[in-house]
């Protein structure tokens, strides 16, 4: 794909889809362990889900736009949505055939039997009957479609059985009749019934099947049925005025109301559903021709993260318990550990506990005058957003800058918004017109009169659920040339004041673009001279056209290019003349690569900066980011080294096209488990055995 300019540019969201693609690869690679497999499937479904409630829908905003507007965008927004639809409906396909010819056999192999509502037997049968009567049918209320039901909504992401039936035997019978019957996953608890369990053989159906079989007892006038999924995927952008005149918070409350009402970007069904049903349930809820996506039989597997383990813990990844920071550790005062030196901790390898302990630690310390904040994406039963309440409650000035505009957090962000207010807190939501994505705190203390600063500076998110599977780096530190710019930070927030000087951090949308350019730029000159010139990047996405622009000019120049890519990659390498030093590796394994870690060469005094931004747009203009260099020699090499095994992947690491990398040289390595091994043997047995002791006890 070309901009007006020819430069080269990969469509961002076939990129995203190619992401999502290595996702199902995980699915399919039968070294990965079973049970695992099936929460790649579930992943993936998921993750497909919010693409259509937020790209896809924005794709169908921008071509109901006029066309004199529409022709100034960079693409046809109808071309890429047919491109896109024809790529899901592939991706669709195999993802059908993994579950059908793989997970399902793989299954059986292992004495899992997934029933279906065809060749239960006799004891089977009786036992689904109660099962249904006494935990299922009380949670149904079918829906009639008549001529008396002219509008039926389905709600976002739910499930629904159309049912038709009818008792061919009955002359004087209406011949057929139509029904809807939402599936009841969450009263339920979860979308799967298990069986019984014989002589070591383990059953377990989906509750739409439990429901198929039942029909009957549901339905009792009629013999015959047909019963077929569908599901509803809506619009999940917010309509929100980002100003902060009027409440946000009321504003983005009606917004998430709206949400569940909002239009239609895709109906599945099922394509063995026959065309009178279909035409009936397309009728009664108002969904068009243009809504209507060819699924499967079953919908939501992201459901599948409910899948029984059936006890079985070799069909997952081998445990790698949660690993102690060695210095950490031993300290009995999180803050008089951080005077003396820096500490990086690694998520999810190192545990998250030190960050509870530091906000802990502040809200008790009577010495503590003030705690600052950022809450983006926190834990539902979040013990950091606990503390935070708890320091308010204290007398500590509590300043907490609230991201309402997390999407599909907002109403968790809500909840902790208005106990933090309640406790006294000052709440800020949000900057307008941008979304605070920063992940950072600082917590000021009065040590013999004069106020000492520590800062916590994090490319991941105070969520000790997401800490357990995201990969990201978190700095612990008093240095004063961090404190001074993160309380910058802090001040920006209080006055929108965009005239802040940042001596060490780069902040979006202030500095950090500029700082980002010039770093490039002095690779590009070095290049010029015949130095060394090269570049380490890596971040979740690639898709800001001008930074894309940048990397093409220093790899014109000389300049070596490594990337590591997550997921969108809008920049094309290997193309002569224009991006043949530039080289793209994305790994995908059993965590979520979310650090971003920016490596200039810089003629030997190599430059490192830590990040919460992706080289997008939108972070790079539309949010507030940060981020923080290392200045400790020994955590750049920490970093370093873990870089260094990612890029010498060859288990996990797929170029821009998918396929696996496969060197000349084989290297045997799977940089996560690596990384959990290198981290491992930084502790030394005996602090390691006092750990275990304390958590025994």
Known sequence: MKDSSDTPFINRELSWLAFNYRVLQEAKDTNVPLLERIKFMA?????????????????????KLKPKTRSRLEEEPQETLEQVLQEVHRQQEEFGQVFRDGILADLRQHNIHMLTEHGLNEEQEAWISDYFEETIEPL???????????????RDQTVYLGVKMWDPTEADCKPERFAMLEIPTKKHGSRFVKLPTVDEHRYVMFIDDVIRFCLPKLFPKYKSFAAHAVKVSRDAELDIEEEVSGSLMAK????????????????????????????????????TEDELVLGSKYHNFRDFFQFPDFNLPDLKYKPQPTLIHPQLEQATSMLAAMKERDYLVHYPY??????????????????????????????????????????????????????LKARFDEESNIYWAGKLQKAGANVIFGVPDLKVHSKIGLITRNERGKLV????????????????????HALFTSDKRLT???????????????????????????????????????????????????????????????????LYQASQAGVKIQLLVRGICCLVPGVEGLSENIEVRSIVDRYLEHARVYVFHNNGDEKMYIASADWMTRNLNRRVEVAFPLYQPELVEQVRHIIDLQLQDDKKARNVDNSYLKPEEPTDVRSQYATYEYLRELV??????????????
């Open 350 to 403: 190192q545990s998250f506990d030190y960050v509870l302990r530091l906000f802990d630690e502040a809200a008790r310390d009577p010495k503590v005058t003030s705690i600052n904040a950022t809450l983006y994406r926190v834990a539902d039963n979040s013990k950091v957003a606990k503390a935070l309440v708890k320091a308010a409650k204290n007398g500590k000035l509590v300043t907490v800058v609230v991201e």
């Open 453 to 472: 600063n520590y800062a916590y500076l994090s490319t991941g998110n105070y969520n000790e659920a997401t800490s357990k599977i995201y990969a990201d």
């Open 252 to 287: 983005i409350q009606k917004s998430l109301k709206k949400r569940e009402t909002g239009y239609p970007a895709r109906l599945l069904y099922d394509p063995e559903a026959p065309q009178d049903l279909l035409d009936m349930m397309v009728a009664h809820t108002g969904i």
């Open 43 to 63: 992943i993936f479904s998921s993750n497909l889900d919010e693409y259509f409630k937020v790209r896809v829908a924005t794709l169908k905003r921008l071509i």
């Open 140 to 154: 149904l209320l079918p829906i009639i479609l008549d001529e008396t039901e002219t509008h039926l909504f389905l």
């Open 684 to 697: 030394s047995p005996k602090v390691e055995d006092a750990f275990k002791t304390e958590q025994e006890q």
């Open 484 to 550: 001074k710019d993160v309380e910058q930070v802090f001040n920006f927030f209080i006055d929108r004041q965009t005239d802040k000087k940042f001596d060490h951090l780069l902040v979006a949308p202030i500095n950090m673009r500029q700082s980002f350019v010039k770093l490039v730029d002095q690779e590009v000159k070095n290049a010029k001279k015949g130095l060394p010139a090269s570049m380490i990047l890596k971040m979740n996405a690639l898709q800001d056209g001008r930074m894309i622009k940048k």
